[in-house]
């Protein structure tokens, strides 16, 4: 497919979290976290505790218009919601076709329910219904892989299972891996499991010569924000993409500040390395090239756009579908889907309370 300078291929998202899209806004913890597992526990884990299937739809649906504003037509989505996890996976790729963006997601299985240390000794409850809930997915005829939250949240036998499951279904495994030094040990007791078709989101506390199989998932403004270190991307010898680790789906804006980070940390770096990024995530995605983004900046090049601030999509086609044109969503009612994001959004607030 030939395309203008001012033209691109979908964008892809290729590691969010739609749940989180209901997330600003929602009370704090009641003491700073000083941690990184302080701040899954205080601020994390208590979200998706509190989620239903009403929150979760809507926060998809959110999610997906968000993304579609600028630009993104493909998400690869990691879920998790232990209080409403039957059900859930077709929730958000319902929320996300009425938007009119593909989605590829899946369950975080993990034994942190109601696990006091970690790693976890045995499989629990929790672990089993998030693996049932990916089977009854994948079963279905959805598109996704098998999740796990992180290695250090599951028990050897859970992540037998998922990767049974994952090769069940011939799909990939989407797991975070070493974001924080306290999942440090995931490469080894992942190793043995690990295939090409897994996703690795984060990987910051990785050894350079890991042993692991799959495509690592760069997601720098995350990473910033829960001060979980740099990644130094460049130094894996996998393939290497880009998500957002659920803080939007805006991939021109991550790609920018991708490269502003990498060139922190070396000066003579160009920010081809961090486009070519955008390039693996359509590798996953592979039907993002069968849309086309027209943008409102003339030349859509890596050296241009580290620089260009604002650039937004002006029209998108999505198989073969216009879903926007000259800015305007065409598929759903922004101002209703915000609205009631928004009534979402103030009851998931008040069982936050709840829980603390």
Not at 143 to 160: P, R
Not at 279 to 308: C, K, R
Request: glycine share 8%.
């Amino acid at each position: 497919m030939d395309l203008a300078i001012n033209q691109t291929h979908g964008m892809v998202c290729a590691h969010h979290h739609l749940y989180s899209s209901l997330a600003r806004g929602m009370p704090g913890p009641e003491a700073p976290p000083l941690s990184f597992l302080d701040i899954l526990e205080s601020i994390w884990w208590k979200l998706d505790q509190a989620l239903d299937l009403e929150s979760i739809y809507w926060s998809a649906k959110l999610g997906a218009l968000e993304a579609l504003e600028t630009g993104t037509t493909c998400i690869i989505d990691h879920h998790e919601s232990p209080n409403a996890v039957e059900g859930s996976l077709s929730v958000i790729a319902e929320a996300c076709t009425e938007v009119g963006v593909r989605v590829n997601t899946c369950y975080g299985i993990t034994d942190r329910h109601p696990a006091s240390s970690f790693p976890p000794k045995s499989m629990t409850e929790g672990a089993r219904r998030g693996l049932e809930e990916n089977r009854r997915f994948l079963s279905e005829g959805g598109k996704g892989m098998v999740g796990l939250h992180a290695a250090f949240t599951c028990s050897d036998e859970t992540l037998a299972n998922a990767a049974s499951l994952a090769k069940e279904f011939n799909v990939g495994i989407h797991t975070h891996v070493a974001e924080g030094k306290i999942d440090i040990a995931a490469a080894e007791r992942l190793n043995s499991l690990s295939q090409d078709d897994w996703i690795l989101a984060h990987g910051v506390h990785l050894e350079n010569e890991h042993g692991l199989r799959g495509t690592v998932i760069h997601n720098p403004r995350s990473n910033m924000n829960n001060s979980a270190g740099y990644a130094k991307p460049k130094r894996f010898s996998n393939p290497v993409g880009l998500g957002t680790d659920g803080i939007g789906a805006d991939m021109i804006d991550e790609f920018r500040l991708g490269y502003a980070r990498l060139r922190e940390n070396d000066v003579t770096e160009s920010p081809q390395a961090i486009w070519e990024m955008l390039e693996i995530n359509a590798g996953l995605f592979p039907e993002s090239q069968q849309d086309i983004v027209t943008w409102s900046y003339p030349n859509m090049d890596p050296w241009h756009l580290a620089f260009s601030l604002g650039v937004k999509p002006r029209d998108i086609v999505v198989a073969g579908k216009e879903v926007m044109k000259d800015g305007v969503v065409m598929t759903v009612d922004v101002d209703e889907i915000r609205s009631k994001a928004a009534e979402a959004a103030s009851k998931l607030f008040k069982k936050l309370d709840e829980l603390s």
